[in-house]
Nanobody, 122 residues
């Protein structure tokens, strides 16, 4: 069973940067898609970045050019480098994984992490 544990959230001023980490364990499927999603209370969860086993990436338009998803296979860790942060990036950020891209991108992956809060002040 895949287990995902996020860290790295916090508070930052607009224009600042944060790097989120997601430690993964309990899986042997190296072909998993992994991604970062975010949710604001009262709104649906939004997938913002996905990376596949070959390192190819997909981003939501809202974060394209500002966020970078990457992974360290040796450490089984997924990252999200966030730059030029805006108050509208404030959300709970979740790590997710699934063997199927569509299930992951459209918000129904097999595994979610517990989330880490990001708050951006103006």
């Amino acid at each position: 069973q895949v287990r995902l544990v996020e860290s790295g959230g916090g508070s930052v001023q607009a224009g600042g940067s944060l790097r989120l980490s997601c430690a993964a364990s309990g899986y042997t499927d190296s072909s998993l898609y992994m991604g970062w999603s975010r949710q604001v209370p009262g709104k649906e969860r939004e997938m913002v970045a996905v990376i596949d086993s070959d390192g190819s990436t997909t981003y939501a338009d809202s974060v394209k050019g500002r966020f970078t998803i990457s992974k360290d296979n040796a450490k089984n860790t997924l990252y999200l480098q966030m730059t030029s942060l805006k108050p509208q990036d404030t959300a709970m950020y979740y790590c997710a994984a699934d063997p199927n891209f569509s299930r992951l991108w459209f918000g129904n992956p097999m595994t979610w992490g517990q989330g880490t809060q990001v708050t951006v002040s103006s």
